[in-house]
């Protein structure tokens, strides 16, 4: 079996403990993955301490550190077909989804290597006449950045790329489930010359969360995942005082009017709900649809869900993969089997395949006549469609903002009026008109309510990674006059 390693202060290390990574195609071991003791966490991160004081990586100018970020960027671009394989093989995301998106992941480096020496400071016009006063952006410490199962590549490289970009040191934990990519990326890190320690690669579970996200020594916290660990967190936070920032999921409307495109409407649902098999944390989970067109667009995606390719992830005929794990699976379908109690009509998918792996087939309920349908509310995180009819604009929004999320929607209609009518009246950090899951490294990415808090892309996300330090000279020559007067 492959064995990986964590990447510790710029070293390899294979940790006293290791566990297997399942190959989700077929349920069976592939790989060994190490596991983090709390002594690797203090390890990694007083690693990442020493090296945010350190000269070799504190006394680079931005400008250097932009060019170690563009190594890096170009290492991923060369290496993308090969951790695209490695990606697919311990997440079970198909080919055709992990090629593209590790490709696009270099992007993000490349764009954070370009921000790293615009992130300015500022003077102050200050109102006394002997002093100067000024801003310096000065990176916050060490950042602990940690991801779930589903794109580890794309969901760190929005972490550490904003967060080398403005100095700070990284200890990543990649999730116990499928970490291979990322513990390969860590030699791209060793080959592009980061010093030792500005950024540590490791994995392990909650009990590796912990000890990172209470360590002293981290300054900010960056999480992906779920809310319920997001908690966790929080509380954690409380040990260290730390910053947080949190990209958690989501049960994003897709809005579907009368007018729209419903061929156009009807791919972008597809790219929204069965892309990635589901996974994805702005899948657009509920199609909200106007009455007249219910029909026609049912009809459409059921056609799509059936003719969907399912298959093995890495051949690249594939258009629908295994989920990552049986867990999900199991969790999907009972969510699906209470839904059909609660009044949901089946209109395709629902069943789990024979065979082995961890399959589970494009699914739409129709929830119409079934408010309380648990899929409506609950985050699957898996190829599940809920459907709901509306007939007016202010019920599509009533039904689009009754949720505790606020992540993604999407409007598909030709009317400009009303799309920006729904623009100001979705509650979410993310709307797409006409299309759905666009991403790129120049546009903020993130929700609030239970999608969490915070924004990953863009200039934003490199400069919550900084502090802002007041400087006060003063420029007289004169000796300080009354002590006992504040200035
Ligand atoms: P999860 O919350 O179970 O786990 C995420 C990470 O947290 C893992 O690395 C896990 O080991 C770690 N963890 C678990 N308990 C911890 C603790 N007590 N302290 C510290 N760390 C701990 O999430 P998951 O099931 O792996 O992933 C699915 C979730 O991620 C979904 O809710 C999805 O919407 C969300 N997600 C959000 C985004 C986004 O950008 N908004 C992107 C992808 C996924």
Redesign the pocket.
């Known amino acids: 079996m492959q064995r990986f390693q964590h990447y510790i202060d710029g070293r390899f290390e294979d940790g006293d403990e290791a566990f297997a990574s399942l190959d989700p195609a077929t349920g069976r071991p592939w790989a060994l993955m190490p596991a983090a003791s709390v002594a690797d966490v203090d390890r990694a991160v007083c690693a990442a301490h020493r090296a945010f004081l350190g000269r070799d990586w504190a006394g680079l100018t931005a400008s250097a550190r932009g060019r170690l970020l563009l190594r890096l960027a170009d290492l991923v671009q060369a290496q993308a077909p090969q951790l695209a394989a490695l990606e697919t093989r311990d997440t079970g995301k198909i080919i055709r989804e992990t090629s593209a998106q590790i490709a696009y992941v270099a992007e993000y480096y490349r764009y954070y290597a370009g921000l790293a020496d615009k992130i300015e400071g500022a003077h102050l016009p200050i109102d006394k006449p002997d002093m100067e006063v000024w801003l310096r952006r000065e990176p916050v410490g060490v950042v602990a950045a940690?991801?779930?199962?589903?794109?580890q590549l794309f969901?760190s490289a929005v972490k550490i790329g904003p967060a080398l970009a403005a100095g700070c040191t990284v200890v990543v934990?990649?999730?116990?489930?499928a970490p291979a990519p990322l513990l390969a990326f860590a030699r791209l890190v060793h080959e592009a010359g980061f010093p030792a320690g500005v950024v540590n690669i490791l994995t392990g579970?909650?009990d590796a969360?912990?000890a990172?996200?209470t360590h002293r020594r981290v300054a900010h916290i960056a999480?992906?995942?779920?809310?319920?660990?997001a908690r966790?967190?929080v509380r954690?936070s409380a040990e260290n005082l730390a910053k947080t920032s949190l990209?958690?999921?989501?049960k994003s409307p897709f809005i579907v009017f009368d007018d729209a495109d419903l061929d156009s409407a009807a791919n972008a649902q597809v790219a929204g709900i069965f892309a990635a098999t589901g996974q994805?944390?702005v899948a657009g989970s509920r199609l909200l649809v106007q009455r007249g067109v219910k029909e026609a667009l049912l009809a459409r995606l059921q056609a799509k869900a059936r003719a969907a390719a399912i298959g093995p992830p890495g051949a690249m005929a594939t258009e629908v993969g295994p989920l990552c794990t049986a867990r999900q699976r199991d969790r999907i379908a009972a969510v699906v089997a209470d839904s059909v109690q609660a009044g949901a009509r089946l209109v395709t998918g629902g069943q789990v395949p024979a065979g082995e792996g961890f399959y589970y087939p494009p699914t739409i309920l129709d929830c119409s006549d079934a408010p309380d349908a648990p899929c409506l509310t609950t985050?699957l995180?898996g190829p599940v469609l809920s459907v709901v009819t509306f007939d007016t604009e202010e019920q599509a929004l009533q039904i689009a903002n009754g949720t505790e999320y606020g992540?993604a929607s999407g409007v598909f209609t030709q009317s400009l009026t009303r799309a920006h009518r729904m623009i100001r009246g979705i509650r979410a950090g993310i709307v797409w008109v006409n299309t759905y899951r666009a991403v790129s490294p120049i546009a903020p990415?993130?929700?609030h309510g239970l999608?969490?808090h915070g924004r990953?892309g863009g200039m934003a996300a490199a400069l919550d990674y900084t502090t802002v330090k007041t400087v006060w000279l003063r420029t007289s020559d004169d000796p300080i006059p009354d002590p006992f007067v504040m200035r």
């Open positions: 940690i991801v779930p199962w589903n794109s969901l934990k990649a999730s116990e489930d579970g909650p969360g912990r990172l996200t999480f992906t995942g779920g809310p319920e660990t966790h967190i954690a990209e958690l999921g989501g994805s944390c985050e995180f992540l990415f993130g929700g999608s969490g990953e």
